[in-house]
């Protein structure tokens, strides 16, 4: 069974700093990792997609990296602004046994850029 | 608006009573998916369709829980005689799929509908 765990918990830091956020996940034999956005009371936002093959993809000030051979994955925000403030999600998409329609998510960071 | 659309956002009802939920996917998406999310924690599986074929349901997915795709095209999420455990955000998203290779691409979320059961 897959599982998807992510570190920290939780982050607070100044506006202006770079932060990795982690994802590690158990079952390396994945289509694709995928890492979402919540904001309080709302649904998920899509940040970025990468699929197996890939080792990173980048969209503005996010980078994401994923290396599935030891099943990580980390999100990269430079520069953050108050307005990255959310929760962030990572989810993968598994490949393995007979399951092709199940992404797993872990539970979440909660960022708090703080002006 | 051509993203993920579900109806009703908020709905609070009394144990025991039955809910729907619609969600209308995103139109050229093939792939639907129903996840529960409850405070705190990341979405959770329950349900996945190729077009009109739910091909895959989640232990989650009680007797009490029943979900339809007619046509392909919007699906329905039914809750019968619902109970206080049921209160939670229901979630779906959707995503352009091979059926050759079962591969899925981006999973576009709705802003989901809100259970609470008093």
């Known amino acids: 069974k897959q599982e998807v765990t992510q570190i920290p918990a939780a982050l607070s830091v100044p506006e202006g700093e770079n932060l990795v956020l982690n994802c590690s996940f158990t079952?390396?034999?994945?289509?694709?990792l995928q890492w979402f956005r919540q904001d309080p009371g709302k649904g998920l936002t899509s940040l970025l997609l990468?699929?197996?093959?890939?080792r990173e993809q980048t969209s503005g000030r996010l980078n994401a990296s994923l290396d599935k051979s030891s099943g990580r994955s980390t999100l990269y925000i430079a520069a953050s602004q108050p307005g990255d403030s959310a929760t962030y999600l990572c989810?993968?998409?598994?490949?393995?046994?007979?399951?092709?329609?199940?992404?797993?998510f872990g539970q979440g960071t909660i960022l708090t850029v703080h002006p | 608006d051509t993203g993920v659309s579900q109806n009703p956002r908020h709905k609070i009802t009394k144990r025991g009573q039955n809910v729907t939920f619609r969600c209308d996917p995103i139109?050229?998406?093939?792939?639907l998916y129903w996840y529960r999310q409850t405070l705190g924690q990341g979405p959770e599986f329950l349900t996945y369709?190729?077009?009109?074929?739910?091909?895959?349901k989640s232990r989650l997915l009680s007797d009490r829980f029943s979900a339809e795709r007619p046509k392909g095209s919007f699906s329905t999420l039914e809750i019968q005689r619902t109970e206080q455990g049921d209160s939670a955000m229901y979630l779906c998203?959707?995503?352009?799929?091979?059926?050759?290779?079962?591969?899925?691409?981006?999973?576009?979320f709705g802003e989901g509908s809100r259970l609470t059961v008093l």
């Open positions: 989810a993968v998409f598994d490949a393995g046994g007979t399951s092709y329609g199940k992404l797993t």
């Open positions: 369709f190729q077009n009109e074929a739910q091909l895959e």
């Open positions: 990468i699929q197996s093959s890939q």
């Open positions: 998203a959707s995503s352009r799929s091979s059926v050759r290779t079962s591969t899925t691409g981006e999973l576009f």
């Open positions: 079952d390396s034999a994945i289509y694709n």
């Open positions: 139109s050229e998406h093939n792939r």
